[in-house]
């Protein structure tokens, strides 16, 4: 029911659905590659994929990539990429790794000052 509940509260507030968000260790023709929320140091990059449906204007969506130090969330990166109006578009992000990137991670989706969804995920 909870869930329920928050998908349409999301579909009412944005003028599109968000019908996928995931982690993975590639993205092949917009398709995400072993979803995970676990990756190791030794792993290329972690992308974080999104696929929106019934998109009713043009926008641009935020992927917000920050990293957990201490007990504060500090901001890695913040990619702005374009969704287009119309059925269906996906997308993706992603952070290449390197050896210090260890911890936990989160990446979350912003469009304007409110967050669509938020992934999180760790680099061992």
């Not at 968000?21 to 030794?42: E, G, H, M, R, S």
């Not at 969506?61 to 201490?70: A, S, T, V």
């Amino acid at each position: 029911m909870k869930k329920l509940i928050f998908f349409i509260l999301v579909t009412l507030s944005f003028s599109y659905e968000l019908k996928e968000f995931a982690t993975c260790k590639n993205v092949q023709n917009l398709t995400p590659i072993n979803i995970t929320n676990t990756f190791d140091a030794t792993d290329k990059k972690v992308y974080a994929f999104a696929y929106f449906i019934n998109i009713k204007n043009n926008k641009n969506i935020d992927f917000l990539w920050e990293e957990k130090i201490g007990n504060e969330w500090k901001l890695y990166t913040d990619i702005k990429l374009p969704i287009f109006t119309g059925v269906r578009w996906r997308t993706y992000s992603y952070i290449t790794i390197s050896p210090f990137f260890r911890g936990e991670w989160r990446v979350s989706l912003i469009d304007g000052n409110k967050t669509v969804a938020v992934k999180n995920f760790i680099i061992k």
